[in-house]
């Protein structure tokens, strides 16, 4: 079954060309445009949507409510904002607001439609712009030394296979693309990404590359 998406943007040449693109993979399937958030309620209720490509700012009704209403009415739907800003602050908003992931509109075509396979499957996605700016914010927000401390401790408890597969998580590969740099199966990378959000306390991989980062183990 192909991936149903809904595009959400106020300017028609924007959707026209989403649509475009993503009409080129076999595996996703544009099930409808909207140029505003007021719009988007009827069509979720309408048909079946398995991710909303949401842009933020919105002449009628801004991205980032209309997010929380999606999930407050449905939160099975996927959503990844796309837009034009790179800004941490608009990607942390519409993220607490509920969005599984964030990207640029001036991504490659590959990386938007990576990122709508990703936030399908339920991972958490951030555009590489965002990621940088995320973690550089969430090491700066907290003493340096004390965060580096708290990581190296935890880093401790990994095994080796462990380690590496934080280290690949830091630098944004997918199950897959881990699978094959160390040989193992992508069920064997899920099973070690669950232990180390276990081990190491945090919900997400954004979590893991904090942590990769200020521990130092990618020096």
Do not use: W
Request: hydrophobic share 40%; charged share 25%.
């Amino acid at each position: 079954m192909p991936i149903n998406v809904l595009i959400v943007d106020d300017h028609q040449i924007i959707r026209q060309s989403l649509s475009a693109l993503l009409k080129s993979d076999k595996d996703i399937l544009v099930v409808g445009e909207c140029n505003d958030g007021s719009q988007v309620m009827n069509r979720l209720m309408a048909q079946k949507v398995d991710v909303v490509l949401m842009d933020i700012l919105m002449q009628d009704q801004d991205g980032i409510s209309t997010t929380a209403r999606i999930k407050k009415m449905n939160p099975s739907v996927k959503i990844l904002a796309l837009s034009m800003l790179d800004d941490l602050h608009n990607a942390q908003k519409i993220i607490q607001a509920g969005a599984n992931g964030y990207t640029v509109k001036t991504s490659g075509s590959d990386e938007i439609i990576h990122a709508i396979k990703s936030v399908y499957r339920g991972e958490n996605y951030l555009c590489p712009e965002i990621y940088k700016k995320f973690i550089r914010h969430a090491s700066n927000s907290v003493d340096t030394g004390k965060l580096f401390e708290l990581s190296k401790n935890k880093i401790h408890s990994l095994t080796k296979r462990e380690r590496d597969v934080l280290k690949l998580i830091a630098d944004e590969k997918t199950n897959r693309e881990i699978a094959g740099e160390l040989n193992i199966s992508s069920a064997t990378v899920a099973s070690h990404r669950k232990n180390l959000l276990r081990k190491l306390n945090v919900r997400n991989s954004i979590g893991l590359a904090k942590i990769a980062f200020s521990s130092g183990i990618l020096d």
